[in-house]
């Protein structure tokens, strides 16, 4: 009998993602099963399971519910659904859940992202790894049934998630919009025509959708799910010009995620969403909580225009470091109404905390219904410093490369290790500001450096020395 697989390479930080058939095997994923119904007590307790549309996911799903079934896990699939529909059914029905997906991992991959009951997140520190531990021994010894296994059930939940979300941001009033949507055959091509149009048997919007690959595919024949990457908007950008669109919204693989692009197809940032969002959320609960202060989380990459829009709004910004169960962790500690991350990633109290990509896409598409301006007009009034995006360098000694930018950095910035290294530049007063920050990958030999200034010109420098720095 071969040697186990080891689980150790592909449980990552936040979820479990490896490749299908040399690491993720239904043998692995009944062990998953079993293990996340033993680390949560699950014995007698409905357990959500969902999935993508990656070839293996059914199966997969499958045998996870085999696994939790075992060992006593009362299994409510859910079927096909974004990640952030099992984060509503983990809410509403007060389950823990698990999904299956590989987010905007190329067709290779697949994975599980756990939630505890009410969709609070898993990471490694806080049952992850005991998971995986439980799961690498199952896979020695086999899936003992408990004495009384669980039972299997499928419900459909996506008209009440559809009705969920238009009950948190009222669209019906806006003026007329026409958006192009590329769903990457990914699972927005489920969920957008269910929230934005008349799939989920909710009332006709005033927003006209002009579909891009809502054919849910796997395999990803047109690009991958993974609108983070420029490569991958192109047929966005161009279809809103070529339909003259008032935007275009892209969501990855899982759809859990959301990007925006305006009318001259030109990207709008992530912080520029977040700063719109979270504006609106303020607004929104200042005016039933007119005292107290309200928090409202960024992560350390996002633009300065988003803890200045927060404080602006007279709400308290947050700080924290870059990572989904981390933020999700830091919405409960802190009561934050709403939370937002560079990545796209978009966090809301009224979402039990967790992240939800359609939700921001409504909260955008509000803003800009309610107005009369452009998009980019938006985009503009959000976007008044220079970013360079993250770039990604190979790194094998990342001590020294630290080593090397403090040295040349001391006594003109000052120094944060929050999470990897900010380094914010102490300037004169008719100089532009800057930062960067500069974290390792968590999987890969990597640093990942990002820069924000006060000009293109100050950004492009300040770039291109700190990468030689970390490059020589």
């Known amino acids: 009998m071969p040697d186990p697989i080891d689980l150790s390479p592909f449980i990552k930080a936040y979820d479990v993602r490896g490749l299908v058939g040399s690491q993720l095997t239904t043998e692995v994923v ?28 059914p199966e997969f799903a499958s045998a996870f519910a085999r696994g939790a ?128 149009g008349t799939a989920a048997g909710l009332p006709e919007l005033p927003i006209e959708i002009i579909p891009l690959y809502f054919d849910l595919d796997g395999t990803f024949p047109n690009h991958e799910a993974n609108p983070l990457d420029p490569k991958n908007i192109v047929d966005l950008q161009k279809a809103v010009i070529e339909h003259g669109a008032d935007l275009g919204l892209a969501f990855d693989g899982d759809a859990d995620r959301c990007f925006v692009v305006d009318e001259k197809g030109d990207a709008v940032t992530p912080s520029a969403v977040a700063a719109v969002v979270a504006l609106r959320e303020i607004t929104r609960v200042r005016a039933y909580q ?52 560079h990545s796209a990633h978009y966090y809301f109290r009224d979402f039990w905390g967790a992240d939800n990509g359609m939700l921001a896409a409504m909260h955008f598409l509000a803003e800009f219904g309610s107005q009369s301006g452009p998009v980019s007009a938006i985009s503009a009034r959000y976007t008044p410093y220079s970013l360079s995006g993250e770039i990604n360098s190979v790194v094998t000694d990342v001590p020294a490369a630290y080593d090397r930018i403090v040295q040349e950095y001391t006594g003109t910035a000052e120094f944060d290790e929050l999470d990897g290294l900010t380094v914010t530049g102490t300037v004169g007063q008719d100089e532009p500001f800057w930062w960067f920050n500069v974290r390792p990958s968590n999987t890969e030999p990597l640093l990942r450096l990002n820069v924000e200034a006060g000009t293109p010109t100050a950004m492009a420098r300040v770039r291109d020395a700190v990468l030689a720095l970390i490059r020589s």
């Open 69 to 196: 079934q075992a060992r006593g896990g009362n299994v409510l699939s859910i079927g096909l659904c974004s990640t952030d529909e099992t984060y509503f059914a983990s809410g509403h029905l007060h389950a823990p859940a698990a999904m299956f997906t590989a987010s905007h991992n190329p067709a290779t991959y697949n994975g599980i992202k756990f939630s505890r009951a009410g969709a609070q997140g898993i990471s490694f520190d806080t049952g992850l790894k005991s998971i995986r531990d439980r799961a690498q021994a199952y896979l020695s010894t086999g899936v003992p049934d408990v004495a009384a296994v669980g039972s299997f059930r499928s419900i459909d939940l996506l008209a009440e998630y559809a009705a969920y979300l238009r009950s948190l941001v009222d669209l019906s009033g806006i003026r007329p919009i026409r958006v192009v949507v590329d769903a990457g055959n990914g699972m927005g091509g489920l969920t957008v025509p269910a929230v934005l």
């Open 290 to 341: 007119p005292d107290g202060d309200i928090f409202v989380i960024h992560n350390l990459i996002t633009s300065l225009v988003v803890p200045e829009t927060i404080e602006g709004a007279g709400a308290v910004p947050v700080r924290t470091k870059v990572g989904h169960s981390l933020i999700k962790d830091q919405m409960a500690i802190t009561g934050a109404i709403f939370g937002g991350e």
């Open 30 to 57: 009944t062990a998953l099963g079993a293990a996340f119904v033993d680390e949560i007590d699950g014995a007698g307790a409905d357990i959500v399971v969902g999935h993508d549309m990656r070839d293996s996911s």
